[in-house]
């Protein structure tokens, strides 16, 4: 930027009211329309001077009225909006990459519980997999590590899957048929044997149970 010191003072003053403006070799232009388009390419390309031949004053008046126009213009505004939607939309790129990130480490954590209590191991285990999983190169967060987490996320998981089966039962009107039946308590009957061996046969049994099941257990009993 080769500004004149005579105009340090004055280009000070419209970039101050103007921080959009750009100047080389004395001449002013808009980097936000260069960054957008070359619809304009006096004020892309820093064309923008003041008449010559009038003096101080009027030259400064000029530019304030060709700053004024290019303001209203319509490639201007539209260049704002573009750059406005450009800047929200990479803000908005950035949390949902952090999101996705936060996302990711929590379903890690979520799936490790769920093997745990999928395979009736106890919430101690929680600790050990979780380390065992950043050894492995693996970004698992640094909350939910402990086993009181891994309690509460099985809870959860139960509550969530008893949910959505009842609504889908619901949903779909599925049909379910319900049997009650009484407790049946196990049967036994002794059944003497003769033994050649001592102790003598009237002090050995045989208790055949019958579970509710309906499997039969034998069991061997000694009378003292």
Same mark, same amino acid.
Request: charge should be positive; aromatic fraction near 8%.
């Given at each position: 930027m080769?500004?004149? /010191? ?35 390419p ?7 001077e ?14 304030r ?14 260049a704002?909006?573009? /750059? ?9 790129h ?12 929590? /379903?890690?954590?979520?799936r ?22 950043k050894?492995?190169g693996?970004n ?10 891994a309690?509460q ?15 889908q ?40 149970t ?8 034998l069991?061997?009993?000694?009378q003292?």
């Amino acid at each position: 930027m080769k500004i004149k /010191n005579n105009q340090y003072i004055q280009w000070n003053t419209f970039k101050n009211k103007n921080p959009w403006l750009e100047a080389n070799n004395g001449k002013l232009g808009c980097h936000i329309c260069r960054e957008i388009f070359s619809k304009v390419p006096e004020w892309c390309e820093c064309h923008i001077e003041p008449t010559l031949n009038e003096n101080r004053a009027t030259q400064l008046s000029n530019l304030r009225c060709k700053i004024k126009k290019h303001v209203n213009s319509k490639a201007y505004k539209f260049a704002i909006e573009i /750059n406005n939607q450009t800047a929200t939309n990479a803000l908005a790129h950035v949390i949902h990459k952090e999101s996705q990130r936060v996302d990711e480490v929590t /379903n890690r954590i979520f799936r490790t519980a769920y093997n745990i209590a999928k395979s009736d191991r106890p919430f101690s285990d929680h600790k050990n997999l979780i380390k065992l999983q950043k050894y492995n190169g693996g970004n698992m967060g640094i909350t939910l590590l402990l086993r009181y987490n891994a309690s509460q996320i099985v809870q959860h998981i139960t509550k969530e899957m008893k949910r959505k089966m009842i609504a889908q039962i619901v949903q779909n009107n599925i049909k379910i048929s319900l049997e009650a039946m009484p407790p049946v308590q196990p049967r036994t009957s002794y059944v003497p044997i003769q033994k050649n061996w001592s102790p003598p046969p009237s002090s050995i049994k045989l208790a055949i149970t019958e579970a509710p099941c309906g499997k039969q257990r034998l069991r061997v009993l000694f009378q003292g």
